[in-house]
């Protein structure tokens, strides 16, 4: 017995609306595969704007590669080696991440702390998620945020000073921002093996090369516009330029989590806390 699943009317109006505000209406109304939403909490001033200014971008061009698995001809290989690449850069940021709000963890902890909440006005999002991966640096994201809420407690509590915050929070930002850089260097080449199949198409007597679906041209014209968006998007210290992204990366990256080991064999001596009085919220 073959069943369905029923439609969500009830949302819909709502899911349109969400798909709308971070992809813009055109791609709402052209857009016809698989959608979820997810519903997450936002707080940090520049986690949301990472959201607002990275997440559309990321979210469109990790979508391209399941349109060009529609693509009679296209390379395969290219689409699996993205897909790999994807999901270790994304794992090994997961894994700092996770390190580093350990660490921050055992510091509060350690000098009798618990910690609470240092941004008062989170913002609830309902977030559409068109790819997999997407989903993964979603929640990236929301980690994110949760780092900078414990930064941001520490150095209240005089745990770090301020060099040694705005440190903490780069160096996590400036991970997301590469691997961000590294996808868009690997859509450059999906796109070169796109126009690949495009000029077989054009010349004389291949006309049985099969034309590039509708969705792919629409998809790809949004692509470029998310460069540009991408080369002029505000953040200047976590900004991170095409050629050097995996530079960045690996310095950023596999390096912090080399130091990360290396601290947990020399563990250094903590600063006395200054004496503060932390006031929780009733």
Request: proline residues 5%.
């Amino acid at each position: 017995m073959i069943t369905t699943l029923p439609l969500d009317s009830e949302n819909a109006a709502r899911n349109f609306d969400s798909l709308s505000n971070v992809f813009g209406k055109d791609y709402a109304e052209f857009f016809h595969d698989p959608v979820i939403f997810i519903e997450v909490h936002l707080s940090a001033p520049p986690t949301m704007a990472m959201f607002r200014r990275d997440f559309k971008l990321m979210s469109r061009a990790l979508y391209l590669e399941s349109v060009y698995r529609r693509y009679d001809n296209y390379n395969q290989t290219l689409l699996d080696n993205f897909g790999k690449m994807v999901n270790e850069k994304l794992a090994l940021i997961s894994r700092l991440y996770e390190t580093r709000r350990n660490q921050l963890l055992k510091i509060i902890h350690d000098n009798g702390a618990e910690p609470s909440r240092t941004y008062l006005h989170p913002t609830a999002l309902y977030v559409p998620i068109i790819a997999a991966p997407a989903n993964s640096f979603m929640q990236l994201l929301v980690r994110l945020d949760e780092y900078y809420n414990l930064t941001g407690f520490a150095y209240l509590r005089g745990l770090m000073d301020s060099s040694q915050r705005q440190t903490a929070e780069l160096e996590l930002r400036r991970a997301a921002r590469s691997f961000l850089a590294l996808v868009r260097n690997e859509q450059i080449k999906l796109r070169k093996e796109s126009l690949r199949l495009r000029a077989l198409r054009e010349e004389p007597g291949r006309g049985n090369v099969p034309a590039a679906p509708n969705e792919v041209t629409i998809a790809e014209g949004l692509i470029d516009a998310s460069q540009k968006e991408f080369e002029a998007s505000d953040d200047p210290k976590g900004e991170v330029s095409l050629d050097q992204s995996q530079a960045v990366f690996d310095a950023v990256v596999s390096n912090g989590i080399a130091s990360a080991k290396a601290s947990t064999r020399h563990k250094p001596k903590l600063a006395e806390p200054a004496e503060t009085t932390v006031v929780t919220p009733a």
